[in-house]
């Protein structure tokens, strides 16, 4: 099962912040958090991850609290184009080693 | 770079019949993933390979099979289609950089099953 819980989904108006909370309280320590997106059918794309800190790169940011059991993704100027299924995501660890097990994403819809 | 290469696309197959999804990468890539993903659902892994000659299963393995064929290569197999088997089948890889381990994926391949 999933690590992580996320809400279903969320709307956005466009060129505004949108703000994806996600809640990990069973992370362990050297886990970090992932997050991807998936546009309509296509393959999930990966967007941003951290363990501790902070994190930004050229699609979003990633805030993570300081007990590292919530994390918020924020697109900073949402646009229509960003309307998918964001995946946050915590490793489980299994027989083979870790593997990345997907939740149900929340829908972010962002509107004209 | 071709990334994460899936073929077929597309495939229909009648009950009872078999065929061996295939995926390749060039990103020299240890690990490898079989998802599927369902109308309105999120992905399920099915297989998955941590390095070259091994495999392990993952959240829906029954009715599949693997192979890790090489570093590149990591082909699922269904032996006698099913239904249920009608779904978007999407591969991945990836490699662990400092800690942390992001996965590539392919753009699908889409089976129905009559």
């Known amino acids: 099962d999933a690590k992580t819980t996320q809400p279903t989904s969320m709307d956005c108006a466009e060129g505004r912040a949108a703000n994806l909370p996600c809640n990990h309280s069973?992370?362990?320590?050297?886990?970090?958090v992932y997050w991807y997106r998936q546009i309509h059918s296509q393959g999930p794309q990966y967007i941003i991850h951290?363990?501790?800190n902070n994190e930004t790169n050229e699609m979003a940011s990633l805030i993570i609290t300081e007990d590292r059991k919530s994390s918020t993704l924020i697109l900073p100027h949402a646009t229509l184009r960003d309307t998918a299924v964001y995946y946050c995501?915590?490793?489980?660890?299994?027989?083979?080693?870790?593997?990345?097990?997907f939740g149900a994403g929340t829908r972010l819809f962002v509107k004209a | 770079n071709a990334g994460v290469t899936q073929t077929p696309k597309f495939q229909v197959l009648k009950t009872g019949q078999s065929m061996t999804l295939q995926c390749a990468q060039d990103?020299?890539?240890?690990?490898m993933y079989w998802y599927r993903q369902d109308p309105g659902m999120g992905l399920r892994l099915i297989y998955y390979?941590?390095?070259?000659?091994?495999?392990d299963k993952g959240e829906v393995p029954n009715g599949y099979n693997v192979s890790r064929l090489n570093k590149r290569e990591f082909s699922l197999r269904l032996e006698s289609a099913a239904p249920s088997q009608t779904s978007v089948y999407f591969c991945?890889?990836?490699?662990?950089?400092?800690?942390?381990?992001?996965?590539?994926f392919g753009a699908g391949s889409r089976l129905t099953v009559l």
């Open positions: 991945a890889s990836s490699e662990a950089k400092s800690g942390a381990n992001v996965l590539t």
């Open positions: 069973t992370i362990s320590g050297n886990e970090y």
């Open positions: 951290g363990l501790k």
């Open positions: 995501i915590v490793r489980v660890e299994g027989t083979g080693g870790f593997k990345t097990i």
């Open positions: 990103m020299n890539h240890n690990s």
């Open positions: 390979s941590a390095s070259e000659g091994t495999t």
